[in-house]
Nanobody, 122 residues
Framework: QVQLVESGGGLAQPGGSLRLSCAASGTIVSIYAMGWYRQAPGKQRELVAVITTSGATNYTDSVKGRFTISRDNTKNTVYLQMNTLKPEDTAVYFC????????????????WGQGTQVTVSS
């Protein structure tokens, strides 16, 4: 059984910062790409940022220069540092990871966290 547990969401003022964390636990053989998605009310879930095993990153245009994704492979954890927050960043943020969970199979599958609310408001 694999779990992704997010933390760090909450309320921030415009221009403020928050740091999200997501820890993967359970029967994990390998973790490949890890990422953050978000879903605002009435909108589709969108990719915010992704980081590969080697540390290569990619961001959606609206957060470039403001958000930074990082990972600690020793802790099976991915982070999202969010600076200069804007009201339009308000959404539920979901952690995503591509995992291999069996020593006897090369099959990879995606897992999702339960989501954490980020609200940017004065």
């Amino acid at each position: 059984q694999v779990q992704l547990v997010e933390s760090g969401g909450g309320l921030a003022q415009p221009g403020g910062s928050l740091r999200l964390s997501c820890a993967a636990s359970g029967t994990i053989v390998s973790i490949y790409a890890m990422g953050w998605y978000r879903q605002a009310p009435g909108k589709q879930r969108e990719l915010v940022a992704v980081i590969t095993t080697s540390g290569a990153t990619n961001y959606t245009d609206s957060v470039k220069g403001r958000f930074t994704i990082s990972r600690d492979n020793t802790k099976n954890t991915v982070y999202l540092q969010m600076n200069t927050l804007k009201p339009e960043d308000t959404a539920v943020y979901f952690c995503n990871a591509e995992l291999r969970t069996s020593m006897w199979s090369s099959l990879r599958r995606e897992y999702w966290g339960q989501g954490t609310q980020v609200t940017v408001s004065s």
